[in-house]
């Protein structure tokens, strides 16, 4: 007799074990979670003030970012423009719960609650660093692994002047700057990291005015001028 109870025991015991080790099924679910980092290695950083380059790989603390998350054919997920706020090392914000449909995040920044993610305006003479991720097919997430890892991308690049004076001590007021390929202003669609442009001219002028530089004369320390700009190719 305690031969055959031993044996329902250990029967019960591998029935459970079996059931247990089912996991997560595609009609579970699991909140969408997020880790987002700044890109600094293909473009730079625009500061409030003067246009200067920095290293910033993270944001501080209380920074809102817009989050969409999507789907392969946009039936299952549709969430747009939901703000995301950084508490902590948290980002918090509507739940958004995952199940075992392949789902696809973008964000940006900065969040405006009446932004359409799919053409933010880009000025770059706002003084403002424009960021985003766009969806990617390949790295999604669901209920299996609902964490997403994200870097932001830079959508200005940078144009910098280095100038040396020849003839010893010099000042420049102003500088222009033109040219077919540069704008200074678009739409970007933060989903796809698509940029269009007004079609009222081919290019922008850009101009940096009053600012009374000295120039060096030292060839191995030149004197630089950054203009952020959008490039059309």
Known sequence: MKNI????????????????SEGVTDEAQARLGLNVS???????????????????????????????????????????NTPYTLNGTVWEGLDIWLNGTPAMVSVYHPYSPTANPKAIPVDCTAGVDYLYVPYDADHTVNNYRPRASLEMRHAMSVFRLSLVSNIGTAIISSVELSGE????????????????????????LLRASDLDINISHDRNHPTTIDFFVLPTG
């Open 5 to 20: 109870k031993s044996c329902f025991i250990l029967l019960a015991v591998l029935l459970f074990a079996a059931c247990s």
């Open 181 to 204: 390929g540069i704008r200074k202003s678009g739409f970007l669609d933060t989903t796809t990291g698509i940029m269009t442009f007004p079609t009222s001219s081919a290019t922008d």
């Open 38 to 80: 700044i890109g600094t290695t293909t473009r730079t950083v625009y500061e409030m003030t003067q246009a200067t380059l920095n290293n910033a790989t993270s944001f501080p603390d209380g920074t809102t970012i817009g989050l969409s998350v999507s789907d392969a054919d946009g039936t299952v997920y549709t969430t747009s």
